[in-house]
């Protein structure tokens, strides 16, 4: 099987930058994605990693490093519009289907 | 419609009741997954679609749940003889392809209320 662990909650302020990170078990996956979500809504797709390295998307970037069985999505320069949940997900086959993590909530204070 | 779209928005039903929710994708995607997601927590993968095949069912909770996506597009999933504990948010979304690269669209989901 597989589990994913994420902090169950970040804070910070207005223009801050934000690391949530992921940590993972897994026999074998094809990727990770992250997963935004606000209060009351639907997640929306952020990122995906398949390979090791960095992606940048804006204000928001993510990581994978396959040999520490870890990934982090940074959110920089922080508005208030980011406070949400964010979770990430792994590809666990080849057809797409996923796995997501428990999700962290983020508050960005004034 | 432009985006992924399920019915009812709300569901309240009396234990014991068989209920069936609606998802209709995104025109054109091949995928379709259906989630559960109880409050705060991430979406509990259920099963998935590509095209009309169940790809893969192994998170069904057991025999009462079953889902079906007869003619590649339209899926419903059906909830017999429900429990209070089956009470949550299911979420149904779609994707383009069948591939590991592609992402998601959720629908706003159904809220079911098992009292």
């Known amino acids: 099987g597989q589990s994913l662990e994420q902090p169950s909650e970040v804070t910070a302020v207005e223009g801050a930058i934000v690391q949530i990170n992921c940590t993972y078990q897994t026999s074998g996956f094809y990727g990770l994605s992250w997963y935004q979500q606000h209060d009351g809504g639907a997640p929306t797709f952020l990122s995906y990693n398949a390979l090791d390295g960095l992606e940048e998307t804006g204000r928001f970037s993510s990581f994978l490093s396959r040999s520490d069985s870890y990934g982090y999505l940074l959110l920089q320069e922080l508005q208030m519009k980011d406070s949400a949940s964010y979770f990430c997900?792994?590809?666990?086959?080849?057809?797409?289907?996923?796995?997501f993590g428990a999700g962290t909530q983020v508050v960005v204070t004034p | 419609g432009a985006g992924v779209s399920q019915s009812p928005r709300y569901k309240v039903t009396k234990r014991g009741q068989d209920v069936a929710l609606r998802c209709d994708p995104i025109?054109?995607?091949?995928?379709l997954y259906w989630y559960r997601q109880a409050l705060g927590q991430g979406p509990e993968f259920l099963t998935y679609f590509n095209y009309e095949a169940q790809q893969d069912k192994s998170g069904l909770p057991n025999d009462r749940f079953s889902a079906e996506r007869p003619e590649g597009s339209i899926s419903t999933l059906t909830i017999q003889r429900t429990e209070q504990r089956d009470s949550a948010m299911y979420r149904c979304?779609?994707?383009?392809?069948?591939?590991?690269?592609?992402?998601?669209?959720f629908g706003s989901g159904t809220q079911l209320s098992v009292l």
């Open positions: 997900a792994l590809t666990t086959d080849s057809w797409g289907k996923f796995q």
């Open positions: 025109s054109g995607h091949v995928s």
């Open positions: 979304a779609s994707s383009l392809g069948a591939g590991r690269n592609e992402k998601l669209f």
